[in-house]
T-cell receptor, first 111, second 114 residues
Framework: QKEVEQDPGPLSVPEGAIVSLNCTYS??????FMWYRQYSRKGPELLMY????GNKEDGRFTAQVDKSSKYISLFIRDSQPSDSATYLC???????????FGTGTKLQVIP | KAGVTQTPRYLIKTRGQQVTLSCSPI?????VSWYQQTPGQGLQFLFE???????NKGNFPGRFSGRQFSNSRSEMNVSTLELGDSALYLC?????????????FGNGTRLTVT
């Protein structure tokens, strides 16, 4: 079983929809949680970065972490065609530990 | 500020050959990590360098090696290439590499082994 599980999709939604992307994990030592967006033929770019449990909002993006359930989510409000990309969750125990990634969810926002 | 630069962008090699990939981190970043990305496995951690020392290593065979120079630039080498080494190799830099400091990725080197 992988340390981080993420539904690969693809997920197809109409423009303006609210998108929910999720990851589950098994390592209770993880305390830093990130979401990356990766466009085709590009490297991942950091979207959201949170520490421990709770919510964090940045524009149309909201990240939620529930450490008790080992479950993290990324919500995208008013989705746009430009949001079409692969979204990767990532997490780390901190210190100098490696960052572990999910396999990514491919999102397509249809105009 | 310039981002992470990886060269070359594309490489085609034959089984048994070796290859060297290069990465220039964001100015001021001292930690460089390397990841292999494939459709089935996602991003797999190869290794991390900080101040010219390998600080972390993933579960890859010894054919995969790397180094970091005093200016924080890093190279990754793969010897005796196998077909399964075909992947996108991503380099990421961060300020210190610790305490969960965010990674900033380059656009990768696409390696194809024939």
């Amino acid at each position: 079983q992988k340390e981080v599980e993420q539904d690969p999709g693809p997920l197809s939604v109409p423009e303006g929809a609210i998108v929910s992307l999720n990851c589950t994990y098994s390592n209770s030592a993880f305390q830093y949680f990130m979401w990356y967006r990766q466009y085709s033929r590009k490297g991942p770019e950091l979207l959201m970065y949170t520490y421990s449990s709770g919510n964090k909002e940045d524009g149309r993006f909201t990240a939620q972490v529930d450490k008790s359930s080992k479950y993290i989510s990324l919500f995208i409000r008013d989705s746009q065609p430009s949001d079409s990309a692969t979204y990767l969750c990532a997490m780390s125990a901190g210190g100098y530990q490696k960052v572990t990634f999910g396999t990514g969810t491919k999102l397509q926002v249809i105009p | 500020k310039a981002g992470v630069t990886q060269t070359p962008r594309y490489l085609i090699k034959t089984r048994g050959q070796q290859v060297t990939l290069s990465c220039s981190p964001i100015s001021g970043h001292r930690s460089v990590s390397w990841y292999q990305q494939t459709p089935g496995q996602g991003l797999q951690f190869l290794f991390e360098y900080f101040s010219e020392t390998q600080r972390n290593k993933g579960n890859f065979p010894g054919r995969f090696s790397g180094r970091q120079f005093s200016n924080s630039r890093s190279e990754m080498n793969v010897s005796t290439l196998e077909l399964g080494d075909s992947a996108l190799y991503l380099c990421a830099s961060s300020l210190e590499g610790g305490l969960g400091s965010p990674l900033h990725f380059g656009n990768g080197t696409r390696l194809t082994v024939t």
